[in-house]
């Protein structure tokens, strides 16, 4: 084996009380206090990286993260240290070796997010940090129509936030729906090749407007068409998203996706 080792691992957070996955020089992150436990008990410098930077008040059922040391710590070892150091809204469920050149984000081919909104009168105390609450009724048909125009490539320049430096806004969109398990809940799951600053949040509050009856589905088209952010709805809050699945091609073998499982 290499002098240098590549450990991948998987995590479940509670996004609630960070300030998102990436350092920062102020405010508390997921990044920070893995890489501190990691330091602690490896003693020696490292860099964490990560499938995708959550934002503040995010959650993850998946992320995936990998960093590369000189330790002869196996993972399994070191993900039970670490989950006995690490707080309880950080769940380590999974740590592997991986090959030298694997990287969480660029070697991933696809990730899912789901939004989660409550659409009933009353709120409900035990989901307000992971729901966004809607007490007026939606036009949930109208909104699916929408969902199905986001299928396919397109410049999705007006759901992308400003402050992104990404070379292009087209992404490949292979799955946007949307399903009700009752009680006034709303789940949206959205599969692409890659996306934008804020797209997920600013396409979840932009398909909300059309529920509520200030467009329709064909104003919706024009909306992804006209490639202009200020002409899109609002964006949703923060605490109703989840970053749920990271998918790769691995080396020797097909397409996996890394779950909590």
């Not at 609630?16 to 020089?25: C, K, P």
């Not at 490539?153 to 990404?166: I, K, L, T």
């Not at 200030?214 to 024009?222: A, M, T, Y």
Request: charged share 25%; glycine share 6%; net charge neutral.
């Amino acid at each position: 084996m290499d002098e240098h080792r590549n450990i991948r691992m998987v995590l479940r957070y509670d996004g609630t009380r960070f300030h998102g996955w990436q350092s920062q020089a102020e405010g508390s992150t997921i990044q920070d206090i893995m890489e501190e436990k990691i330091r602690l008990i490896l003693n020696e410098p490292m860099r964490l990286m990560a499938a995708g930077r959550t934002d503040a008040g995010v959650h993850a059922l998946c992320q995936v993260c990998h960093f590369h040391t000189r330790s002869r710590l196996n993972p399994e070892s070191l993900r039970r240290g670490l989950n006995s150091l690490l707080p309880p809204d950080i769940f380590i469920s999974r740590a592997e070796y991986v090959s030298s050149n694997f990287h969480s984000r660029y070697s991933a081919t696809s990730k899912v997010y789901e939004y989660r909104i409550l659409n009933r009168p009353e709120p409900d105390p035990f989901t307000r940090f992971y729901s966004w609450h809607i007490p007026s009724p939606l036009d949930l048909p109208e909104m699916n129509k929408c969902l199905s125009l986001l299928i396919g490539e397109h410049d999705f320049s007006s759901f992308m936030s400003s402050g992104s430096s990404v070379r292009s806004p087209i992404r490949r969109m292979m799955e946007a729906e949307m399903r009700s398990p009752g009680e006034g809940l709303l789940f949206f799951e959205f599969q692409a090749d890659g996306f934008l600053r804020h797209m997920v949040r600013n396409i979840v509050g932009t398909v909300v407007e059309v529920g509520k009856g200030r467009w329709d589905s064909g104003k919706f088209l024009e909306l992804i068409e006209a490639r202009d952010r200020r002409l899109a709805g609002a964006k949703a809050p923060a605490q109703g998203l989840f970053l749920k699945m990271v998918c790769y091609e691995e080396e020797r073998g097909p397409k996996t996706s890394l779950t909590d499982a």
